[in-house]
């Protein structure tokens, strides 16, 4: 069985530096991708930034100038860098993995970590 589990938040001042981390076990094999998402109370979830088995990487828009997914050293671990965070940083953050087994490519979710940024 596939777990997932983010780490990493806090309770922040605007200007400051947060990294959060992602780890995924029980996947038979590397991640086919794993990617960050985000969600505002009151808002839907939404896409942040996605590195996939090769190392290549996506990012949402308003995520491009301050975020950055990379690999961490243990297999199907990853961190998200959030540079000069802001108030508008302020959300739920879910860890999505995509794992494959024989044909399938199958999505597990972690339960999400609090990133919270004060003026």
């Known amino acids: 069985q596939v777990q997932v589990e983010e780490s990493g938040g806090a309770s922040i001042q605007a200007g400051g530096f947060l990294a959060l981390s992602c780890k995924a076990s029980g996947c038979s094999s590397a991640a086919d991708d794993m990617s960050w998402h985000r969600q505002v109370q009151g808002k839907e979830r939404e896409f942040v930034a996605l590195?996939?088995?090769?190392?290549?990487?996506e990012y949402a828009p308003f995520a491009k100038d301050r975020y950055r997914v990379v690999e961490l050293g243990p297999r199907n671990t990853i961190a998200l860098r959030m540079e000069n965070v802001q108030p508008e940083d302020t959300a739920m953050f879910y860890c999505?993995?995509?794992?494959?087994?024989?044909?399938?490519?199958?999505?597990?979710w972690g339960q999400g970590t609090q990133v919270t940024v004060s003026a």
């Open positions: 999505r993995v995509r794992c494959r087994r024989g044909l399938n490519i199958n999505t597990y």
């Open positions: 590195i996939d088995r090769s190392g290549g990487t």
